[in-house]
Antibody, heavy 122, light 110 residues
Framework: QVQLVESGGGVVQPGRSLGLSCAAS????????IHWVRQAPGKGLEWVAV????????YYADSVKGRFTLSRDNSKNTVFLQMNSLRPEDTAVYYC???????????????WGQGTPVTVSS | QTVVTQEPSFSVSPGGTVTLTCGLS?????????PNWYQQTPGQAPRTLIY???TRSSGVPDRFSGSILGNKAALTITGAQADDESDYYC??????????FGEGTKLTVL
């Protein structure tokens, strides 16, 4: 069964740091890019960042560039999102998801995890 | 900065057909934007319906289809059912590793 499980969310003060994890199972993790997507309360989805299948490429939305850092450990089927210098506007539920293309073949994991909530507040 | 546009809301009758679109504030959407479509019901995580323009996720009924219509990506739902009432989001690949979501369409079935 394909599964993505996020963890690590919580309440943190502005300017502090927090690390999120995304653990995957049920598919060949080392072949898949992993994205982070967030959703602020009552708002739509916002793409945050993506790490390539092997961790060699990472891309970030302008809103988090320079503050958030992605890494992955394919031996543990896990992706990590390190969030520094957090701001109140980073408050959201953070989801990990997998989609992408390898050559001419594209893929997407149908079901996302339930997300992990992050609240940035003093 | 280019904005991904979606209809804020749409209404369809049970059994009817509806087409939701995903466009750009500047320019046309093509297959090279690899549009994906997601369904989200309140309080739930999103679910991938369509990826890479028109590939349906394995558990998604064939009532859902994706395409390029004119200068936009499109999600068509045929034979709408009550439990299709959800928020629908598209995401587009903007190049250089960057993806951008649309603001979503709230679909009402009544």
């Amino acid at each position: 069964q394909v599964q993505l499980v996020e963890s690590g969310g919580g309440v943190v003060q502005p300017g502090r740091s927090l690390g999120l994890s995304c653990a995957a199972s049920g598919f060949i993790f080392s072949n898949h890019a992993i994205h982070w997507v967030r959703q602020a309360p009552g708002k739509g989805l916002e793409w945050v960042a993506v790490v390539s299948y092997d961790g060699s490429s990472k891309y970030y939305a302008d809103s988090v560039k320079g503050r958030f850092t992605l890494s992955r450990d394919n031996s543990k089927n896990t992706v990590f999102l390190q969030m520094n210098s957090l701001r109140p506007e980073d408050t959201a539920v953070y989801y990990c998801a997998s989609w992408g293309c390898s050559g001419t073949s594209c893929y997407a994991v149908e079901y996302w995890g339930q997300g992990t909530p992050v609240t940035v507040s003093s | 900065q280019t904005v991904v546009t979606q209809e804020p809301s749409f209404s369809v009758s049970p059994g009817g057909t509806v087409t939701l679109t995903c466009g750009l504030s500047s320019g046309s959407v093509s297959t090279t934007y690899y549009p994906n479509w997601y369904q989200q019901t309140p309080g739930q995580a999103p679910r991938t319906l369509i990826y890479s323009t028109n590939t349906r996720s394995s558990g998604v009924p064939d009532r859902f289809s994706g395409s390029i219509l004119g200068n936009k990506a499109a999600l068509t739902i045929t034979g709408a059912q009550a439990d299709d009432e959800s928020d629908y989001y598209c995401v587009l690949y903007m190049g250089s590793g960057i993806w951008v979501f649309g603001e979503g369409t709230k679909l009402t079935v009544l």
